[in-house]
C-alpha cells in the first residue's frame, strides 16, 4: 500500500505560479512512477505529468514548457512545479503512484484556481 498526501493548491492569478507536493509513505520500493492528474469540474481527471522511477518524464501537450515535475527521493516527495497559469489550468490536481504490479493509489487532490 502506499499513501499520498498532496499540499500547495491555492488561488493563483493569470501568469502566476504555484508549486504542488506529494508526499509518499508506505510501500515506498514498490513505486514505479509517480504523476500529477486533473480534473475540471464535469470533464474527465485528465494525465498532467508523471516521472518514473529512473527520471523519465512525461507531461501532457497543454503543459509543457510550464510544468515540470520533479521528485526527492530522500523525501519521498514529488513536486509539480506550475508556471505561467492560465485559467484553463483550474482543476483539482490529484497526485498518483502506480506500483510494480501496476496498481494506482491517488491522494486526496487539492485545488488549484487561476483567475483574475
Known amino acids: 500500500q502506499v499513501q499520498l498526501v498532496e499540499s500547495g493548491g491555492g488561488l493563483v492569478q493569470p501568469g502566476g505560479s504555484l508549486r504542488l507536493s506529494c508526499a509518499a509513505s508506505?510501500?515506498?520500493?514498490?513505486?514505479?512512477?509517480m504523476g500529477w492528474y486533473r480534473q475540471a469540474p464535469g470533464k474527465q481527471r485528465d494525465l498532467v505529468a508523471t516521472i518514473t522511477r529512473v527520471d523519465r518524464t512525461n507531461y501532457a501537450d497543454s503543459v509543457k514548457g510550464r510544468f515540470t515535475i520533479s521528485r526527492d527521493n530522500a523525501e519521498n516527495t514529488v513536486y509539480l512545479q506550475m508556471n505561467n497559469l492560465k485559467p484553463e489550468d483550474t482543476a483539482i490536481y490529484y497526485c498518483?503512484?502506480?506500483?510494480?504490479?501496476?496498481?494506482?493509489?491517488w491522494g486526496q487532490g487539492t485545488q488549484v484556481t487561476v483567475s483574475s
Open positions: 498518483n503512484s502506480k506500483d510494480l504490479a501496476l496498481r494506482d493509489y
Open positions: 508506505g510501500s515506498i520500493a514498490s513505486i514505479l512512477a
